[in-house]
Nanobody, 116 residues
Framework: QVQLVESGGGLVQAGGSLRLSCAVS????????MGWYRQAPGKQRELVAT???????NYADSVKGRCTISRDNAKNTVYLQMNSLEPEDTAVYYC??????????WGQGTQVTVSS
């Protein structure tokens, strides 16, 4: 069983920064892609950013220029650096990984709250 443990969420004022981490219990060399998603109250879960095994990144338009996704293969961890946070960024943030065999795994989520 693969486990994903997210951390780094919290309460921050608008304009502040947070760095989310997602530690994977299995070597991420076996992972095709990793990503961060978020779900705000009353809204559908949406993609924030993804990073492929080759390091190619993709961002939602709403976070481009403010967020950076990265991965540390030695630590089996993916990160999301979020800067210039806005109240609209308030959501539960989830880490997702997709292995080369097509299997998807999700983390339990970490709350990010941005106050105005």
């Amino acid at each position: 069983q693969v486990q994903l443990v997210e951390s780094g969420g919290g309460l921050v004022q608008a304009g502040g920064s947070l760095r989310l981490s997602c530690a994977v219990s299995r070597s991420i060399f076996a992972i095709n892609a990793m990503g961060w998603y978020r779900q705000a109250p009353g809204k559908q879960r949406e993609l924030v950013a993804t990073i492929s095994g080759a390091g190619t990144t993709n961002y939602a338009d709403s976070v481009k220029g403010r967020c950076t996704i990265s991965r540390d293969n030695a630590k089996n961890t993916v990160y999301l650096q979020m800067n210039s946070l806005e109240p609209e960024d308030t959501a539960v943030y989830y880490c997702k990984v997709r292995f080369w065999n097509g299997a998807d795994y999700w983390g339990q989520g970490t709350q990010v709250t941005v106050s105005s």
